[in-house]
């Protein structure tokens, strides 16, 4: 069974700047695409920056030039650089990953930004 294990949220000051990880029990390369999504309070997961196994990325518009998905295969992990963060990111963050036709999730780490 595929583990995906995010790290690095917490509490940030709006235009501060948090990493989070992603390890994978597996290597990277096994999957189609990776990303990262989000959920904030009452509003539905959205799609924040993906990055497939080529190495196209995408952005949600709301986060394009202040966030940088990447990777590193010979640590199996994915990052999400969030840096001049607002508010409005404030949200639980989740890293995904697709194989074929399945689709894996991690736990979840929360990203609070308040003054």
């Known amino acids: 069974q595929v583990q995906l294990v995010e790290s690095g949220g917490g509490l940030v000051q709006p235009g501060g700047s948090l990493r989070l990880s992603c390890a994978a029990s597996?290597?990277?390369?096994?999957?189609?695409?990776m990303g990262w999504y989000r959920q904030a309070p009452g509003k539905q997961r959205e799609l924040v920056a993906a990055?497939?196994?080529?190495?196209?990325?995408n952005y949600v518009a709301s986060v394009k030039g202040r966030f940088t998905i990447s990777r590193d295969s010979a640590k199996n992990t994915l990052y999400l650089q969030m840096n001049s963060l607002k508010t409005e990111d404030t949200a639980v963050y989740y890293c995904?990953?697709?194989?074929?036709?399945?689709?894996?999730w991690g736990q979840g780490t929360q990203v609070t930004v308040s003054s």
């Open positions: 995904s990953a697709q194989r074929s036709t399945s689709g894996y």
């Open positions: 597996e290597s990277i390369f096994r999957f189609n695409a």
């Open positions: 990055i497939t196994a080529g190495g196209n990325t």
